[in-house]
């Protein structure tokens, strides 16, 4: 059935990029909320990003200017650039997706590490 998958995160120096993607498979009607959370641990998954169908976005402090997120919905895929990535931007990252017929809270991906280290 539905399912979201996360790619493209890894190992990277203070000061690199990263480009994570989400891929989201199943029977769609139209993607309405895209988003991408993360969660370090002991803390709280947090909203890193989102984009609506109407191609509102919005950032949160820590990232706003060094993240973009992007959509290709004819792929049903959401991006999000991450450059002059931080110590502080280690963390799971997850994708979240909703879309009509899903759930309120939509669904997850299984998320991809991201750590940032020398």
């Known amino acids: 059935q539905v399912q979201l998958v996360e790619s493209g995160g890894g190992l990277v120096q203070p000061g690199g990029s990263l480009r994570l993607s989400c891929v989201v498979s199943?029977?769609?009607?139209?993607?309405?909320?895209m988003g991408w959370y993360r969660q370090a641990p002991g803390k709280e998954r947090e909203l890193v990003a989102a984009?609506?169908?109407?191609?509102?976005?919005n950032y949160a402090d820590s990232v706003n200017g060094r993240f973009t997120i992007s959509r290709d919905n004819a792929k049903n895929t959401v991006y999000l650039q991450m450059n002059s990535l931080k110590p502080e931007d280690t963390a799971v990252y997850y994708c979240?997706?909703?879309?009509?017929?899903?759930?309120?809270?939509?669904?997850w991906g299984q998320g991809t590490q991201v750590t940032v280290s020398s």
């Open positions: 199943g029977s769609i009607f139209r993607i309405t909320a």
């Open positions: 979240n997706g909703k879309a009509f017929g899903w759930p309120p809270e939509g669904y």
């Open positions: 984009i609506t169908s109407g191609g509102r976005k």
